[in-house]
C-alpha cells in the first residue's frame, strides 16, 4: 500500500436488479485480516480514528465526505451519489467518513490487522464533529 491516501473509481454494473461490483482485487484480498461492514445513516459519521499498525481499505457508494489527516494537513474529498471507489488509507492517517446524503450509506472495511478486541489498533482522532 503507498504511503498516502489513494483513491480509486471502481467499476460498477448497474441495472433493474441493483448494482455489483469488486471491492478488492485478488492479490489485495490475499493481505487482508479483517473485512466489516458499515452500514451509516444520514448525517453520521463513522472513522474518526486512525489504525497504529494496519492499513486500511475502504470502499464506499456516496454521497459522502472524506476527511483525512496526512503530513500535518487536513484533506477533504467529497463522493457524489453513487459513485463508488476504494479509499487506500496506510497506518497512521487519522481519517473519517460521513453520510451526506439522505439515505444509509454502505461502507466495506478491510484492514491488513485482525481485529483484536483486548488490543485494538484504533487510536481516537476527531475530524469530523459528530452531529449533535
Request: glycine share 6%.
Given at each position: 500500500?503507498?504511503?498516502?491516501?489513494?483513491?480509486?473509481?471502481?467499476?460498477?454494473?448497474?441495472?433493474?436488479?441493483?448494482?455489483?461490483?469488486?471491492?478488492?482485487?485478488?492479490?489485495?484480498?490475499?493481505?487482508?485480516?479483517?473485512?466489516?461492514?458499515?452500514i451509516?445513516?444520514p448525517?453520521?459519521?463513522?472513522?474518526?480514528?486512525?489504525?497504529?499498525?494496519?492499513?486500511?481499505?475502504?470502499?464506499?457508494?456516496?454521497p459522502?465526505?472524506?476527511?483525512?489527516?496526512?503530513?500535518?494537513?487536513?484533506?477533504?474529498?467529497?463522493?457524489?451519489?453513487?459513485?463508488?471507489?476504494?479509499?487506500?488509507?496506510p497506518?497512521?492517517?487519522?481519517h473519517?467518513?460521513?453520510?451526506?446524503?439522505?439515505?444509509?450509506?454502505?461502507?466495506?472495511?478491510?484492514?491488513?490487522?485482525?481485529?483484536?478486541?483486548?488490543?485494538?489498533?484504533?487510536?481516537?482522532?476527531?475530524?469530523?464533529?459528530?452531529?449533535?
Amino acid at each position: 500500500m503507498a504511503d498516502q491516501v489513494t483513491v480509486e473509481p471502481l467499476k460498477s454494473f448497474q441495472d433493474a436488479r441493483g448494482l455489483v461490483f469488486e471491492p478488492v482485487s485478488a492479490g489485495e484480498l490475499q493481505s487482508q485480516r479483517n473485512v466489516h461492514v458499515v452500514i451509516t445513516e444520514p448525517g453520521q459519521v463513522r472513522g474518526n480514528h486512525f489504525h497504529e499498525r494496519g492499513n486500511e481499505i475502504t470502499v464506499l457508494i456516496g454521497p459522502a465526505l472524506l476527511r483525512y489527516r496526512e503530513a500535518d494537513e487536513v484533506r477533504d474529498i467529497v463522493f457524489q451519489e453513487g459513485e463508488v471507489v476504494k479509499v487506500s488509507i496506510p497506518a497512521k492517517t487519522a481519517h473519517a467518513f460521513q453520510n451526506t446524503g439522505n439515505r444509509p450509506m454502505l461502507l466495506i472495511g478491510f484492514n491488513t490487522v485482525a481485529h483484536d478486541q483486548a488490543r485494538p489498533d484504533v487510536v481516537a482522532d476527531v475530524l469530523i464533529p459528530p452531529p449533535s
